[in-house]
């Protein structure tokens, strides 16, 4: 079995550690439970029961080991060489489970930028597309693929910089970054 550890040797937050920081926050979520999805397609059949923008987010990193999170639409198509010229970060890659549980505590499936909860040395740059912040609400993972927290766009951005993380809106389309 997969060690289950950040890069610094603790064990990642759980749902319920991130749920007692975003109260702290004073950020309101709406959880829901249901089984567990791993790809975008299997979260797809959730859209009927769970409003607001349902998310595909990307664990990728480079040749120099710079990481990103990358939050965009789930019906987004992506070429990883757009991402990369957008991003400025050169030819990126995806990054692999044992780096994506060292620097964001978490297993693939249930990627999401909440996982920056476990990012304490702030090695993972979080880029969401720029379209998404005028959603109503933004459906991620909270740690947990069994699990869908929704949470307002402005309060994701006041979660992210509260641990220490800014977020890089991007456009996709016209090559530029915002």
Do not use: C
């Not at 998310?55 to 040749?63: G, S, V």
């Not at 620097?103 to 597309?129: C, F, H, K, M």
């Amino acid at each position: 079995m997969a060690q289950k550890s950040l890069i610094d040797g603790s064990a990642p937050a759980t749902p319920q550690e991130l749920f007692e920081r975003l109260d702290e926050l004073g950020i309101p979520v709406v959880k829901h439970h249901h089984l567990p999805v791993f790809t975008v397609e299997e979260a797809k059949a959730l859209k009927g029961s769970i409003s607001g923008a349902h998310l595909k987010n990307l664990f990728l990193r480079n040749k120099k080991g710079r990481m990103w999170l990358l939050v965009t639409s789930a019906d987004r198509p992506l070429d990883l060489k757009e991402v990369g010229t957008i991003l400025g970060s050169g030819r990126l890659s995806f990054g692999s489970s044992d780096r994506l549980m060292k620097y964001l505590g978490v297993i693939p499936g249930a990627v999401t930028p909440l996982a920056a909860i476990n990012d304490r040395s702030q090695a993972v740059q979080v880029a969401i597309e720029e379209d998404l912040l005028e959603a109503d609400a933004l459906n991620v993972h909270p740690l947990d693929n069994s699990m869908t927290a929704s949470i307002a766009p402005n309060d994701l951005i006041r979660f992210l910089e509260a641990e220490g993380h800014s977020a890089q809106a991007v456009r996709f389309g016209d090559g530029e970054a915002g």
